[in-house]
């Protein structure tokens, strides 16, 4: 999607969201400084791709699942290719945003504004209000204790998947750890890098997390995924002074 001239290009991740991604893209697209809106389909078996092509979005498609951080790559890649079309190449922050947000996604604005005004390389939400865990809460648990061991400092929400990064940010942190790994290994690339990360609290929400033996099983694979992000950063942490650059 493109309009006027601006400098945020969004980049939602979906996978079987047909009920809600429409919502979220028509609220993304209405932030300030968003010219481009890029939805990757990461092998939805639903209505995602068509509803968030209707909305305004330009959709790619991974023919099968992924994973998150395919799907981020994926993003990020066709915003380079939309700027190249547009004479742009380089201009666009990275706003990601997850795809079940609706109409919250209009209240993003403050997580990009530290980025566009130069005053941080990445930010991260946190939301006001937290929604029911159901399980989710030692996965937190897992990447906050591996981020603060990795780099001395601990994000209130590490897991939270609302981020505006610079382009130099993301491709500094390329490629990003595996899955839903993708956070986690991100922001302690970045740390480690000397780059600076704040943190922003918005009006967000997503749905809130299931308790049964599908939301479980989702979050065995998220802790799977964060916890082979940590191994490898962690095993490199030894010797290694606290990295700087947090707020």
Not at 150 to 167: E, V
Not at 194 to 222: F, K, N, Y
Not at 240 to 245: C, F, S, V
Request: net charge positive.
């Amino acid at each position: 999607m493109l309009q006027s001239a601006g400098d945020v290009a969004v980049v939602i991740p979906a996978r079987n969201e047909s009920d809600r991604i429409g919502a979220t893209v028509r609220a993304a697209a209405a932030l300030p400084g968003v010219d481009i809106l890029v939805v990757v389909d990461d092998g939805s078996s639903d209505a995602t791709a068509d509803t968030a092509q209707a909305a305004g979005a330009s959709v790619i498609r991974h023919a099968r699942g992924r994973g998150k951080a395919a799907a981020m790559q994926t993003g990020a890649e066709a915003v380079r290719r939309l700027e190249t079309s547009s004479d742009a190449a380089g201009r666009h922050h990275l706003l990601f945003l997850d795809a079940d947000l609706a109409e919250t996604a209009g209240a993003a604005a403050p997580l990009a504004a530290p980025v566009r005004a130069g005053q941080a390389d990445m930010t991260i939400a946190v939301f006001r209000e937290r929604v029911k865990q159901g399980g989710h809460g030692f996965v937190v648990a897992l990447s906050g204790s591996g981020i603060r061991r990795a780099t001395g400092w601990r994000p209130a929400q590490p897991l939270n998947g609302q981020r505006c990064l610079t382009r130099a940010a993301f491709e500094a942190a390329l490629p990003l750890a595996p899955g839903f790994g993708a956070e986690t290994g991100l922001t302690i690339d970045l740390l480690r890098q000397g780059m600076r990360i704040t943190e922003v609290e918005v009006p967000l929400a997503h749905r809130a997390t299931g308790s049964d033996w599908r939301s479980q099983l989702h979050r065995a694979r998220q802790f799977l995924d964060v916890a082979r992000a940590l191994a490898p950063r962690l095993v490199r942490q030894r010797g290694r002074p606290p990295a700087r650059g947090a707020r």
